[in-house]
Antibody, heavy 122, light 107 residues
Framework: QVQLVQSGAEVEKPGASVRVSCKAS????????ISWVRQAPGQGLEWMGW????????DYAQKVQGRVTMTTDTSTNTAYMDLRSLRYDDTAVYYC???????????????WGQGTRVTVSS | DIQMTQSPSSLSASVGDRVTITCRAS??????LNWYQQRPGEAPKLLIY???SLQSGVPSRFSGSASGTDFTLTISSLQLEDFATYYC?????????FGQGTKVEIK
């Protein structure tokens, strides 16, 4: 079965960087993409961006553009999300999700990781 | 960015009730609309895609419909496990956006 296992919780200072990893299993990793979604405490879901594990193409949300980099390592079936210049409002649970072509040209997020809590605190 | 506006932001209902949640897109999205359920402390789960297609394994009491830029999620007979927060999400543009969520609580 499809499984996405994320790295553990992180506490970082403002201005620092954080890397969250997402290790995939149960499917052909390079055939699909990975999206990253975050959720601030008590708030809704915010889509951050997407990376194709096939060719490395990315799309990022405007809000994090310039501070985020998404990458994949097909040798280890792992996706990474790097966020730089952390601010207090980056405190959130970060989820990775498989970006799946459920219909030709139609993608959904059909399997999710367990979430990684990132706390930005001085 | 395309804005997605859900209503209501919360509702109280009883087991067995019919529940309807609405999502409005700020522009035409050609039914590129998905619904997710999130229970407390859990990751979201895909329920409905392409406005009205039921994801495999999701109970048939969940359904979706569309009319222009307005989309509806209906739960025909609310069960205990359905008390959760529901999010719509558009995948029409290259940058995706979610609605703000609708929390379904027990009356």
């Amino acid at each position: 079965q499809v499984q996405l296992v994320q790295s553990g919780a992180e506490v970082e200072k403002p201005g620092a960087s954080v890397r969250v990893s997402c290790k995939a299993s149960g499917y052909t990793f390079s055939s699909y993409g990975i999206s990253w979604v975050r959720q601030a405490p008590g708030q809704g879901l915010e889509w951050m961006g997407w990376i194709s594990a096939y060719n490395g193409n990315t799309d990022y949300a405007q809000k994090v553009q310039g501070r985020v980099t998404m990458t994949t390592d097909t040798s280890t079936n792992t996706a990474y999300m790097d966020l730089r210049s952390l601010r207090y409002d980056d405190t959130a649970v970060y989820y990775c999700a498989r970006d799946y072509d459920i219909l030709t040209g139609y993608r959904v997020l059909d399997s999710w990781g367990q979430g990684t809590r990132v706390t930005v605190s001085s | 960015d395309i804005q997605m506006t859900q209503s209501p932001s919360s509702l109280s209902a009883s087991v067995g009730d019919r529940v309807t949640i609405t999502c409005r897109a700020s522009q035409i999205i050609n039914n590129y609309l998905n619904w997710y359920q999130q229970r407390p402390g859990e990751a979201p789960k895909l329920l409905i895609y392409a406005a009205s297609s039921l994801q495999s394994g999701v109970p048939s009491r969940f359904s979706g419909s569309a009319s222009g830029t307005d989309f509806t999620l209906t739960i025909s007979s609310l069960q205990l496990e359905d008390f959760a927060t529901y999010y719509c999400q558009q995948s029409y543009s290259t940058t995706w956006t979610f609605g703000q969520g609708t929390k379904v609580e027990i009356k």
